[in-house]
């Protein structure tokens, strides 16, 4: 699966860096998310929730964050495993820039599910995870700036 997006959040650009790095903004605003330890500077545990179609799991999994370029850019990967349900694995470019009303984030995503969340079909997939991008990127852009932010994401399977 194959998802990117662009979102512009009313905040500067070094706000935006550190709410990515914060381990409660991430929890408050990751749906599903039951903890999410900060390891290191570069590492982090999480444990979520998530529902996909009828099939509702725990993933408990590890982020790690590179090619660290503060505060412009970074790329996360991690891998979460929910029993039965399956598994998550990919990783993500991040980047920030400062415009005109506050910061576009960009994003590119590359994962891959295996067991049962495989199983659904992609295009539950898809749409799943573009709302839970979706609810995340509002939820950010509410805690630093109070209004939803301008974008959107697309997701497709490859």
């Given at each position: 699966m194959e998802m990117k997006g662009e979102y512009v959040i009313p905040a500067s650009r070094e706000t935006v860096w550190e709410a990515l790095n914060d381990p409660e903004v991430l929890k408050e605003c990751i749906t599903?998310?039951?903890?999410?330890?900060?390891?290191?500077?570069?590492?982090?545990?999480a444990v979520v929730q998530a529902k996909v179609g009828p099939v509702k799991a725990t993933f408990k999994g590890n982020v790690t964050l590179s090619n660290l370029?503060?505060?412009?850019?970074?790329?996360?990967?991690?891998?979460?495993?929910?029993?039965i349900a399956g598994f998550a694995k990919g990783?993500?470019?991040?980047?920030?820039?400062?415009?005109?009303?506050?910061?576009?984030?960009?994003?590119?995503?590359?994962?891959?599910?295996?067991?049962?969340?495989?199983?659904?079909?992609?295009?539950?997939?898809d749409s799943t995870a573009k709302k839970y991008a979706d609810d995340f990127f509002s939820c950010l852009s509410k805690k630093l700036g109070g209004g939803e932010p301008e974008g959107g994401t697309e997701a497709s399977s490859s």
């Open positions: 599903g998310c039951k903890s999410l330890d900060k390891e290191s500077d570069t590492e982090m545990s370029n503060p505060p412009s850019s970074y790329t996360i990967s991690g891998e979460g495993k929910g029993g990783g993500a470019d991040v980047s920030l820039e400062e415009v005109e009303g506050g910061t576009r984030l960009s994003y590119e995503v590359t994962a891959q599910i295996g067991g049962k969340l495989a199983q659904l079909g992609s295009r539950l997939v």
